[in-house]
């Protein structure tokens, strides 16, 4: 039997420069409050719908937008601007 610890650390993803394939692993929340834990410019990110359709945020400029809400496991793809840096997830 193998005993895993658990730890008090945020779950956190890094991310790189360019297109990064994420599973969102933070609560249901809408997109701005998922993504206050990014500390790296990204200029949109994607999630498929149910519909099979993309959805896509764009930081702003809501009048692109038509992902307001991520679900926790939701698989996205994001496109980094900036140097390397990390997502954190909240609860």
Same mark, same amino acid.
């Given at each position: 039997?193998?005993?895993?610890?658990? %730890?008090?650390?945020?779950?956190?993803?890094?991310?790189?420069?360019?297109?990064?394939?994420?599973?969102?692993?933070?609560?249901?929340? &809408?997109?701005? %409050?998922?993504?206050?834990?990014?500390?790296?410019?990204? %200029?949109?990110?994607?999630?498929?719908?149910?519909?099979?359709?993309?959805?896509? &945020?764009?930081?702003?400029?809501? &009048?692109?937008?038509?992902? %307001?809400?991520?679900?926790?496991?939701?698989?996205?793809?994001?496109?980094?601007?900036?140097?390397?840096?990390?997502?954190?997830?909240?609860?």
């Amino acid at each position: 039997m193998w005993t895993q610890a658990a %730890s008090n650390a945020a779950p956190m993803v890094s991310l790189t420069q360019g297109w990064n394939g994420v599973c969102y692993a933070g609560g249901s929340v &809408s997109v701005d %409050s998922a993504t206050g834990g990014i500390d790296v410019p990204y %200029s949109v990110i994607y999630a498929l719908a149910p519909d099979q359709t993309w959805q896509r &945020s764009v930081p702003g400029n809501p &009048s692109v937008c038509n992902l %307001s809400y991520l679900e926790e496991f939701t698989p996205v793809v994001i496109l980094v601007t900036g140097d390397a840096g990390h997502w954190v997830f909240t609860p």
